[in-house]
């Protein structure tokens, strides 16, 4: 007799299991990545006579909500698991949009609830050859930021990615490695995190006027971690693909961007460059 699957919130507790079901799958995340995920999100799990066997958050950002971190094991596949765990983020979503980066696995599924195609993103990694250093304008200085400037930072990285980054980057900007913006005429007009994530450091998220600006604040925080792994997941028209496999960031996985509805857009004249990571957009 086949026992039911329990389904329910994930709590912290999860994340261990969660994070099990990661490294089967070869992902990098560390358990530190998903409980930051726990943290700013409201996911789900599947269990199957005691054991975590699937996992799915969804993580609102204003009149959006990001799902991401879908996964269902291997032994437990092709029994629905991975549609109902995407139904309770739907669910959890309205009446937010839902937007998502799909993985090559999961896009069927995402076709079939209604999901359409409306971008690229593309995985870029490795340890860089140092890029030359880009010569500041007259007017655009890239500096580190304070902790009084964070808002600012927040307000930029909305108008960037056209969500609501206050709770994720209320979580990340406290332990990240540096925060730098580029100032121009007095004030921000860009901002990049660098931070411990997966089998190294990411920079992103990466918002900006330009992508002089962007490659001028990305160099900076290069420069801070000479020889160490590092990872960037940009959206694949930003500009950067060259200059990042230029220098020795290869292209390492592609995913379509896919919404519910109409997608988010960014304002205020700052585009985003890098993403907070491929699960939160």
């Given at each position: 007799m086949s026992h039911p699957y329990v389904y329910r919130t994930a709590t912290a507790a999860d994340m261990p299991a969660a994070h099990a079901l990661s490294v089967h799958l070869k992902w990098p995340h560390?358990?530190?990545?998903?409980?930051?995920?726990?943290?700013?999100?409201?996911?789900f799990v599947a269990e199957h006579e005691g054991q975590l066997v699937?996992?799915?958050f969804a993580c609102h950002q204003g009149a959006y909500s990001s799902i991401g971190l879908v996964i269902v094991s291997d032994q437990h596949q092709s029994k629905g698991i991975g549609r109902q765990l995407m139904n309770l983020c739907l669910d959890a979503a309205a009446p937010r949009t839902p937007i998502l980066n799909a993985t090559e696995s999961g896009a069927p599924l995402y076709v079939s609830?209604?999901?359409v195609e409306y971008a690229r993103i593309q995985q870029h990694q490795?340890?860089?050859h140092m890029p030359p250093v880009l010569a500041a304008t007259r007017d655009a200085l890239c500096r580190e930021v304070t902790q009084a400037e964070y808002p600012q930072v927040i307000e930029l990285a909305n108008a960037g990615s056209g969500l609501d980054r206050t709770a994720v980057l209320?979580?990340?900007?406290?332990?990240?490695?540096?925060?730098?913006?580029v100032e121009a005429?007095?004030?921000?007009?860009?901002?990049?995190?660098?931070r411990r994530f997966g089998r190294g450091h990411l920079i992103g998220p990466v918002v900006a006027q330009d992508l002089a600006q962007a490659?001028?604040?990305?160099t900076h925080l290069l420069g801070l971690i000479p020889g160490a792994f590092v990872r960037f997941d940009i959206l694949a028209d930003c500009g950067l693909v060259d200059w990042l496999e230029g220098m020795g960031l290869p292209c390492v996985d592609r995913a379509p961007r896919m919404v519910l509805g109409e997608p988010p857009?960014?304002?205020?004249?700052i585009a985003q460059f890098a993403m907070v990571t491929q699960a939160i957009g």
């Open positions: 560390r358990e530190e990545d998903w409980a930051m995920v726990q943290r700013t999100s409201e996911g699937g996992v799915a609830m209604g999901f490795g340890v860089p209320n979580d990340l900007l406290p332990t990240a490695e540096c925060v730098v913006g005429r007095g004030q921000l007009t860009g901002c990049a995190l660098l490659k001028q604040m990305i857009q960014s304002r205020d004249g």
